[in-house]
């Protein structure tokens, strides 16, 4: 039998050599190293794993685009006449001809797929459908030697904010009919930082362009889209008729952003506007009629405006504005089932002595007012005027306004309506108004040279100025303060 010790070194002659010693030693050095390449590729191996899940998972289970509908028997795609949706190609020629050849054929529809499509101001047509696929934009270019001067509006004079010619809108039309303006709320985006900035630094020569403005057109539809960063007013049809605006979300910065109205009725006829949201940087809604004299002259009174189940914000101005440019006269008039909500004030009627014009039969319903410093506003000394050309012997008439159903959360001045000798607030009914406040002021329900009533118990408690009503219609106080307001007594049912 052989010795296994025979096979082993001495303990006194085994020895490790010195470069086995260094390769020793840098044994965790290459682990650590091993250890960090592994975590990497483990990582991106995890990353590309999650990443064609997620791949794998829009492929199978998200929603195809939406396809675009044949609303008109004749369909074109702005690809059709070379547009290109980079955001850098000016398409202005390609809408241009798009609508020119819509026109040759009587009418039809022009489709903007999805993309970023530059452009320049240009003109629609009669029959015509103007369809934003989902993801579509519309980029006005924000260079205004781009965009043309056009005449004054008859309405106003010499012009808004300039004397002289203005700049015209990014979507344009006059004498119309039967224009559609739709999609699956595809975007019109009018890049207006460029112009608030210039118009802040007084470096425009002349009044700034809506975003999208028609005149004197019939049978308008606008619904389904989105209308964002206007230079000037937003949406503003003058002189139109028979006018539906549905389902439009309406956006500008709520500070920095001056005069961008979202809906500008003036001088309109038969308009609804339903299921809308604004958040603006000046008036949500303002209806008009033109300017002074000239609004006077032209003779166009807004009338038969029904506003309906609309969601408004306002840090400037107001959620919903009559004026102050009415002088052509603003009646029949219905807003209800309205939220704004975290704004300078809910609704106003503004207007001043050179006007003329009258405000009357104006219902508001179902109001909701949501952390607004004002709620109801009636101002009659909003002095800004065209020129010295005005008549200031030209007096406003206010009357037969009602509120039935106001609510309100934080509101800081409920009712603020003052009227003066020469323009009095006429026949005010309050009905059914809960509003809750957050100034521990005295006179918070505020009134000046108004006349009216209040049916019903209402809070806060009304102004002196008002005849109370109980909920049958029995007289139960007159106004203490008729004398001084010097406002003569109304049949209320008359």
Known sequence: MVESSKFLPRSSSFRIRPESRGLLQSIPVILSTHRILLAVIWAVGFILIISWQKLAVDSFWAPPPRPIPRLRPIVFNLTDFGGVGDGVTLNTK???TAVSEIRRRGGGQLNVEPGRWLTAPFNLTSHMTLFLAQNAVVLGIDDERYWPLMPPLPSYGYGRERAGPRYGSLIHGQNLRDVVITGHNGTINGQGQTWWTKYRKNQLNHTRGPLVQLMWSRDIHISDVTLRDSPFWTLHPYDCRNVTIRNVTILAPLSGAPNTDGIDPDSCENMLIEDCYISVG????AIKSGWDQYGIAYG????????RNVIVRSMISAGVSIGSEMSGGVSNITIEN???????????I???AGRGGYVRKVNYRNLTLDNVRVGIVIKTDYNEHPDEGFDPKALPIIEDISFDGVRGNGVRIPV???????IPVRNVTFRDVLIGITYKKKRIFQCSFVQGRVIGRIFPAPCDDLDLYDEEGNLVRRSKVTSRNNVTEVDYDS
Not at 300 to 307: A, D, F, Q, V, Y
Not at 338 to 348: A, D
Not at 416 to 422: A, C, D, H, M, N
């Open 300 to 307: 166009r009174p807004s009338t038969n405006i029904l506003i």
């Open 350 to 352: 503004k207007t001043s």
């Open 94 to 96: 390609a809408f241009e």
């Open 338 to 348: 309205l939220l704004v909500w975290n704004s300078k004030r809910g609704i106003r």
């Open 416 to 422: 603020r309506i003052y009227g003066s000798p020469e």
């Open 282 to 285: 000046d008036d949500g809604i």
